[in-house]
C-alpha cells in the first residue's frame, strides 16, 4: 500500500545536521494522547505502515508541520487524520522537543476529557490503539519515541 494523501505544504525530507534525514521541512509533531484508567493509565500508539519511516514500529499520530503551524496546531490536526482522534475531546497538558536546530519535533501531551475511539484513518497505520503504560516498552518502538519513553511515561502518569 502506498501513501495517496496528497502533498501538503511542509511535506518533505529535511537533511539534518545530526546526520538523519527527518520528514517535516518546517519540523514534525505527535500527539500522545492519555486517558486514566482504574488501574493506571493507557496512551494512544500508532503502529506504523511498512513502507513508512521505520515503518513496523510503534510511536504517536504525527507528521510533518505546514508553514507557521503551530506544534499543537500540527499534532491534533495530524492526530485526526490519522487516527480520527477528535480535537474538541482532546486537553493540551504540555509539550516536550527535541530539538536539532534545522529540525525539530514536538510531542504534544494531551488528556482524553471526552470519549475517542482511536483508529487508522489513513494508510500510514497498521494499528491505532489504547495502550497501557505498563506495555509500551514490550512494542517495537519507533526510535526516538523509544528514548523518550521514559520521560513521556513520568508525564503521563503524572495527569
Same mark, same amino acid.
Given at each position: 500500500m502506498t501513501h495517496r494523501r496528497a502533498p501538503q505544504p +511542509?511535506? +518533505? =525530507? /529535511?537533511? #539534518?545536521? #545530526? $546526520?538523519?534525514?527527518? =520528514? $517535516? /521541512?518546517? @519540523? &514534525?509533531a505527535g500527539l500522545l494522547l492519555a486517558r486514566s484508567t482504574g488501574s493506571g493509565h493507557e496512551v494512544v500508539l500508532q503502529h506504523r505502515a511498512p513502507w513508512s519511516d521505520q @515503518? +513496523?514500529?510503534w510511536g504517536v499520530p504525527g507528521g510533518a508541520r505546514m508553514p507557521h503551524e503551530s506544534a499543537v496546531d500540527a499534532a491534533l490536526r495530524e492526530s485526526a487524520e490519522e487516527a480520527g482522534i477528535d480535537p474538541s475531546g482532546v486537553e493540551v497538558v504540555s509539550t516536550t522537543v527535541l530539538d536539532h536546530g534545522s529540525w525539530s519535533y514536538t510531542t504534544v501531551l494531551a488528556r482524553a476529557v471526552a470519549d475517542q475511539d482511536p483508529r487508522p484513518t489513513d494508510p500510514e497505520s497498521l494499528e491505532i490503539r489504547w495502550v497501557d503504560t505498563a506495555q509500551v516498552t514490550g512494542l517495537p518502538l519507533l526510535g526516538a519515541f523509544g528514548d &523518550? =519513553?521514559? @520521560? /513521556?511515561? &513520568? &508525564?503521563v502518569e503524572e495527569l
Open positions: +511542509g511535506d +518533505g =525530507w /529535511l537533511e #539534518c545536521a #545530526c $546526520g538523519r534525514r527527518h =520528514w $517535516g /521541512l518546517h @519540523g &514534525a @515503518g +513496523g514500529t &523518550a =519513553w521514559p @520521560g /513521556l511515561r &513520568a &508525564a
